[in-house]
Every structure is written in C-alpha cells, then in structure tokens.
C-alpha cells in the first residue's frame, strides 16, 4: 500500500521494526505478567511499562497495584498509568498482552505495536477469548503475536500456535497453558524477526466480555453446557431464593433421566440431558464449602430443586 494510503484514508501505520531491542510493555491482569518476565528475562530493554491503575480491592479505602505493576516494581522497571507517555519511552515496539484498554492511532503513530492475543483469530477477537473458546465448546485454541491496528484485533499475524482443549480445563488451567506457550512464542518472534505479517483469514468471532447471564446455570440445558460453564468460573444457581455458587462439579452424561430439571439426588443435580455432581459450592454470604456436608445441613426436602426461585444478580 501507498504509504500515504488512499485518497481520503489516513497514511498507513508505521511497521514494528523486525528485530525492536527496545520496548513498552502494556498489559493489567495476571496473565500479562509470565509474558513480562519473559521479555526482561530474554535480554529485551523494557523502557516502560503501562499498566492500569491501582485499584480498591474488598472492604476499605486501600488501594492495590495491579499484577502486572507488582510484576514491574520487582524488576525495577518504570511504571506508567497513562498510555500517552509511550511517545516519549524512546522504545521502538510496543508488546500489548491483555491491556484492557483501546489504543488510538495517535499512539499507534507513535509507536507501532504487536499484541499477544489467546485465540487463533479470527475467532475469538475481543475481551475473553479463552473464556468464550471454553464455553462454546471449541476442540482447539492457541495464541497469536498480532498486528496492533485501529479495529478490534484485526491485524495481521506473525506467530501462532494452536493447541487443543482437554475435556476437564477450567478457564484458568487454559488461561495458565497459553500464558506459557504465549510467552516463548512472544520471545522467538522478536528474536528470529517478526517479518510480515499474514492476513487473518476466516469468519471472525468475537469475544465479549462475560457477565452473569453467561455464567447462569440453567438447568434445563444439558449437563454438557452446564459443565464448561462451572469450568469457566463464577457460575451460579438459586436454592430457597438466595444466589448458591458453584465453584466444582463432576458431568455424569448418562441420559437417564433423574427427573425434572434442578432436581437433586445427593450431590447429584438434574439437567435437560445428564446431571452435575457438585463439588465445591458456596452459599450466599458464606465462604466455599464441599457440597456433600452443605446438603446434609441443608435438609433438602422432596421436590425441592435448584434454580426454582430467586432473580438473577446484579
């Protein structure tokens, strides 16, 4: 392309250097930080890191450093809160892992950026691809190093490496498995050289962020759903009215039926196809519990179910 790009378009975007020795870091949550360590490890000068702001956690005034800055402030690196400051970092690439935030093209003018992303774009662009991969059942994931552009982790790609889901994951074991092969695959591309990138090819997916409807264990939907939803994490039913979560359970497929719905045998709940074994629940305002003794004190009465009564959370 015309690096003017054309008439009426703005001029394309400065190229990532194939072998930058010198970086900004942006990321927030914790599976930013391996990626992190990685680069500093691998001999790379991390001139900056940009992180979110610390944040209030639980009960009081007191706020707390992110995992990222925590990681940063341990290897004595400089920590910012404002995305602007990359201009003046002196770097020549910027390494995003899971920022949190959407990068304008005066930044990216500025400095041209790669993106390790947890997905085999185009499927699953956005905010949770490892959650929303997980909850739709997806045999196979991986981890890309990707062009930062305007849109949405459109880019083109670098790197990649796919790996496939096993059946028992959670969202964090899956989340912990790409964050490493995330991180190596992040390290050999700036070091063999990042070259050009590939076009994304495919119908795009997107990622969207989860909320309590997705983690709502419906019961009349099949054992099979229900379980990747506990797997993901935070998924949560009602028992008399009030919110119960579900932090562990174990699928029982077998299609015989245990009748309606949210009915329970033991620790074993009903499903529209197969039933959930409960592991580990937590009743509202109460810490996690295993499930059996939580029953016996509960003194389930014949009939009752989970999820007859109570509204969704806030």
């Not at 392309?1 to 990532?16: N, S, V």
């Amino acid at each position: 392309m015309d690096p003017a790009g054309a008439p009426g378009e703005p001029p394309a975007l400065p190229a990532p250097p194939a072998h930058p020795r010198r970086l900004v870091f942006l990321g927030t949550p914790e599976m930013a930080v391996a990626p992190l360590e990685a680069l500093h490890g691998a001999g790379f000068d991390v001139a900056l890191v940009v992180t979110g702001p610390d944040k209030r956690r639980g009960r009081g005034s007191a706020t707390t450093p992110n995992p990222v800055k925590l990681a940063a402030l341990g290897l004595g690196l400089p920590i910012s809160h404002d995305i602007a400051d990359v201009a003046g970092a002196g770097a020549d690439l910027g390494v995003v892992v899971a920022f949190g935030q959407i990068i304008r093209r005066p930044v990216l003018e500025a400095l041209p950026m790669v993106n390790l992303h947890f997905s085999l774009l185009p499927r699953w662009r956005g905010a949770a691809p490892v959650e929303r991969a997980l909850l739709a059942g997806d045999e196979h994931t991986g981890v890309c190093v990707m062009a930062v552009e305007e849109g949405l982790d459109t880019g083109g790609v670098y790197a990649c490496e796919e790996i496939a889901i096993r059946r028992s994951s959670t969202a964090t074991e899956l989340g912990e498995q790409l964050t490493g092969i995330g991180s190596r695959l992040l390290v050999e591309a700036l070091t063999d050289g990042l070259g050009t990138p590939e076009p994304q090819v495919g119908e795009p997916t997107y990622a969207h962020k989860l909320g309590p409807d997705d983690r709502h264990l419906r019961w009349d939907r099949s054992a099979d759903e229900l379980d990747r939803i506990v797997r993901v994490g935070g998924a949560w039913t009602t028992f008399r009215g009030k919110r119960l979560k579900v932090i562990e359970a174990k699928l029982d497929t077998d299609p015989a039926p245990l009748g309606p719905p949210g009915s329970l045998r033991g620790t074993q709940v009903a499903a529209a196809t197969g039933s959930l074994h409960l592991v580990t629940v937590q009743p509202e305002g109460k810490g996690p519990t295993a499930a059996e003794p939580w029953l016996r004190g509960a003194r389930v009465e014949p009939g009752e179910r989970l999820g007859d009564h109570g509204s969704e959370p806030t």
